[in-house]
């Protein structure tokens, strides 16, 4: 199951860069959880399957020229640890920031748990400063 669990993590992922969230429902069980830290919109959260879709769908709709690409991954078990890169240039509003223009390129783990085939959790770690730093809203 191992190869089988990296190549839903790298489709996953894919689908985020895609902006074709509503596909990993095949992937994903009902009960889904997607743990964000730090949070785009501040803090920390815990998003359902929902949620999830509509954090990237905003994301698309912010950011064009998205590109996803991953670095490494590593499996153990019913664990998926994917390093990766996202690159997205910033032309529309997202969130609280209006459109920068500029684009960005920034890293992140995102940390996956498997159980009876299927996607139950996933922890993402990633680079928000780089990514607010390069798109000029923090020094």
Not at 1 to 19: A, C, P, V, Y
């Amino acid at each position: 199951m191992t190869n089988k669990h990296k190549e839903i993590s790298r489709s996953l992922l894919e689908l985020w860069g895609d902006n074709a969230p509503h596909k990993a429902t095949a992937y994903l069980s009902s009960d889904y959880k997607n743990h964000q830290m730090p949070y785009a919109g501040g803090g920390t959260s815990v998003l359902s399957t929902q949620d999830w879709q509509k954090l990237v769908t905003d994301f698309h709709k912010g950011f064009s020229n998205v590109k996803m690409e991953v670095l490494l991954q590593v499996a153990e078990g019913d664990y998926v640890c994917t390093r990766w890169k996202l690159t997205a240039t910033h032309s529309k509003k997202f969130q609280q920031y209006e459109a920068t223009g500029k684009t960005s390129s920034w890293t992140g783990v995102h940390t996956d748990r498997y159980q009876d085939g299927k996607l139950v959790e996933s922890w993402v770690d990633w680079d928000k400063f780089t990514f607010m730093e390069r798109l000029g809203l923090v020094t």
